[in-house]
DNA sequence: AGTTGTGTTGAAGA
DNA sequence: ATCTTCAACACAAC
């Protein structure tokens, strides 16, 4: 599922973008166009040349010369593919791409969407930061800004929530998902269950240490290809290969081999060790 | 064949 | 306000 790191690596593939120029678009399903008609937006889009493509939480924008920038969300299941040549692509193995980009230089630009979840909105540049699905965000999990004393901070701040939930909150912090807060907190042996308020400076700053750890050594593979996620060549990444506890319910520890749990934490699948984190 | 699990987010309900 | 639940959607696995 595209986290982070997946979209990391999506926005650095998506690089070549820039100087390319948009000379169309397609969908079968124009509702992943969100605020504005489909109309508009092919409108606007249209012989737009793409000054650059740049990663916000998990939005991938990409900025147009006509102070506009579409900002792209892939949810669950959306996938960027570059294709050559449509021609040559088995139908059967694409049947999920609901939107295409036309490049003039580089190709195609597919978007593949098994579950109809991604979304695309178009702002203006100018006034990006003030909509409201930017504005939310917290920040950045990788942000220079996120000290182990702000971390600190938003844990008492946000003290009732389970640590787990905190690190998901894409208000509170933006960039991690299901699958990296469990990695995280087995990293820092925090239990994901533990309530933000009762985690000491100490555990705080190890944290933030596992959260930097984590996250880089995914963007370094690549991403987490568990199942839809594929970068924007159809290459799997292989951080799915490093994981400790993420699904590994059953499995022993690799740490202390007690058997790792699974529970549910704010309506989603949770994994760590009982021993190694408290 | 019907049910469940899958993860992200916003909206609806309490 | 703040918390929980659900809906969006498709499909694999049971």
């Given at each position: 599922?595209?986290?982070?790191?997946?979209?990391?690596?999506?926005?650095?593939?998506?690089?070549?973008?820039?100087?390319?120029?948009?000379?169309?678009?397609w969908t079968d399903w124009q509702r992943i166009i969100k605020e504005k008609s489909l109309t508009y937006f092919?409108?606007?889009?249209?012989?737009?040349?793409?000054?650059?493509?740049?990663?916000?939480?998990?939005?991938?924008?990409?900025?147009?010369?006509?102070?506009?920038?579409?900002?792209?969300?892939?949810?669950?299941?959306?996938?960027?593919?570059?294709?050559?040549?449509?021609?040559?692509?088995?139908?059967?193995?694409?049947?999920?791409?609901?939107?295409?980009?036309?490049?003039?230089?580089?190709?195609?630009?597919?978007?593949?969407?098994?579950?109809?979840?991604?979304?695309?909105?178009?702002?203006?540049?100018?006034?990006?930061?003030?909509?409201?699905?930017?504005?939310?965000?917290?920040?950045?999990?990788?942000?220079?800004?996120?000290?182990?004393?702000?971390?600190y901070a938003l844990t008492q701040k946000n003290g009732n929530k389970k640590i787990k939930d905190l690190l998901?909150?894409?208000?509170?912090?933006?960039?991690?998902?299901?699958?990296?807060?469990?990695?995280?907190?087995?990293?820092?042996?925090?239990?994901?269950?533990?309530?933000?308020?009762?985690?000491?400076?100490?555990?705080?700053?190890?944290?933030?240490?596992?959260?930097?750890?984590?996250?880089?050594?995914?963007?370094?593979?690549?991403?987490?290809?568990?199942?839809?996620?594929?970068?924007?060549?159809?290459?799997?990444?292989?951080f799915q290969n490093e994981l400790k506890v993420y699904k590994k319910h059953g499995q022993k520890c690799q740490?202390?081999?007690?058997?790792?749990?699974?529970?549910?934490?704010?309506?989603?699948?949770?994994?760590?060790?009982?021993?190694?984190?408290?």
């Amino acid at each position: 599922m595209p986290e982070l790191p997946e979209v990391q690596t999506i926005t650095n593939d998506l690089q070549l973008l820039t100087g390319d120029t948009i000379t169309g678009f397609w969908t079968d399903w124009q509702r992943i166009i969100k605020e504005k008609s489909l109309t508009y937006f092919t409108q606007q889009i249209t012989n737009q040349k793409i000054l650059g493509v740049r990663r916000i939480g998990k939005f991938i924008c990409i900025n147009l010369i006509n102070n506009t920038t579409i900002v792209i969300h892939l949810r669950m299941t959306g996938q960027l593919l570059f294709i050559k040549n449509l021609e040559f692509v088995d139908e059967k193995y694409h049947k999920h791409i609901h939107h295409i980009f036309y490049l003039q230089k580089n190709g195609i630009l597919a978007f593949s969407d098994v579950r109809k979840f991604a979304t695309i909105s178009l702002f203006k540049t100018d006034g990006l930061s003030t909509q409201k699905s930017i504005s939310n965000l917290g920040i950045d999990a990788l942000s220079e800004k996120l000290s182990s004393e702000k971390l600190y901070a938003l844990t008492q701040k946000n003290g009732n929530k389970k640590i787990k939930d905190l690190l998901m909150r894409q208000d509170i912090i933006s960039g991690i998902g299901n699958i990296y807060a469990s990695e995280i907190l087995f990293l820092a042996k925090i239990a994901p269950s533990r309530l933000s308020k009762n985690i000491s400076f100490a555990e705080a700053k190890t944290l933030k240490k596992s959260i930097v750890q984590i996250l880089k050594k995914a963007i370094r593979l690549r991403g987490t290809s568990v199942s839809d996620y594929r970068d924007s060549l159809g290459n799997k990444g292989s951080f799915q290969n490093e994981l400790k506890v993420y699904k590994k319910h059953g499995q022993k520890c690799q740490n202390c081999d007690i058997l790792i749990e699974k529970t549910v934490i704010g309506q989603r699948s949770t994994f760590h060790c009982p021993k190694c984190q408290n």
